[in-house]
């Protein structure tokens, strides 16, 4: 029977991954390019992972759900994507050192890194957080997934990614993480959002952070904005598909030897921080 179908012979039942015990499986020796996609079992996540197993890679699906998990790998893997599940919480260290564990076990390295999961944080009427009357636990919980899971998950990888020839590490933003645009006048930028908008723009920080320190290492790291895109995260408000929320960051995720690190951009180029 089709293992990539089956989900029974490099990986269990419900779509997870196994694995030899010396970190080699299929799509190491062949040259295969292998990513990790946090939060792809839905919306753009899920677009990313088509988008990268399209062009080619293999693809670990990182989710908490297994049962969302397991029918995002099965549909990914019924369109042809060479697809895996990775059991991932990005705010837990346990499941994170897991998840690294288990993509050791069998691919023996990642390429290709995109650090997706993502909260909004709880919302009033029209996508609002009002500043002035903050519940301090709604912001750490953002913060907690948006940006420590963002660290967290990337220090479990990257001995990993330093096996790659071509490492690339790609943080999902946001065009609200933008100071230029959220301070200039008439921007239109979208309603005030305490929590979720630093959230984002500190996400920014830390991969200048990263691009910084591994400048020279061949690992490039960049934010990318998808835009305002029609999934459950935004109520399905939104002109854009996931599929097109998805192309920047598949662009940075493919990137050439050489190319940017350390920058923010969306499909038309690069944002102003």
């Not at 399209?54 to 998990?69: E, I, Q, T, Y």
């Not at 001995?159 to 946001?174: A, T």
């Not at 192309?247 to 923010?264: E, I, K, N």
Request: aromatic fraction near 4%; charge should be neutral; glycine fraction near 16%.
């Amino acid at each position: 029977m089709d293992e990539t179908k089956s989900g029974t012979k490099n990986g269990t039942a419900d779509g997870t991954a196994g694995g030899t015990a010396d970190g080699t499986a299929d799509g190491t020796a062949d040259g295969t390019r292998t990513a990790l996609v946090t939060g792809a079992n839905k919306g753009i996540g899920y677009a990313i992972a088509a988008g990268l197993g399209a062009l080619g890679h293999r693809v670990g699906v990182g989710a908490r759900d297994a049962d969302r998990r397991a029918a995002a790998v099965a549909r990914l893997r019924a369109a042809g994507v060479d697809a895996f599940g990775v059991p991932l919480d990005v705010t837990d260290q346990e499941s994170v050192t897991a998840a690294a564990e288990l993509l050791g076990r069998v691919a023996g390295r990642l390429d290709v890194l995109v650090n997706n999961a993502g909260v909004p944080g709880e919302m009033g009427p029209g996508w609002f957080q009002d500043p002035t009357g903050l519940d301090l636990d709604v912001l750490r919980a953002v913060l907690e997934t948006n940006v420590l899971g963002v660290i967290r998950v990337t220090n479990a990888v990257l001995p990993l990614l330093r096996r790659s020839g071509s490492p690339r590490v790609v943080n999902l933003s946001s065009g609200v993480a933008s100071l230029t645009r959220q301070a200039a006048p008439g921007s239109g930028i979208g309603p005030v959002m305490a929590a979720y908008a630093p959230s984002k723009t500190f996400l920014n920080a830390v991969t200048v952070q990263y691009a910084r320190q591994l400048a020279g290492s061949g690992v490039l790291v960049n934010a990318a904005c998808p835009g305002l895109v029609a999934t459950d995260f935004t109520g399905f408000h939104g002109s854009r598909t996931p599929e097109q929320g998805a192309a920047a960051a598949v662009r940075l995720a493919t990137l050439p030897d050489g190319g940017p690190s350390g920058g923010f951009f969306e499909d038309a180029g690069p944002i102003p921080w």
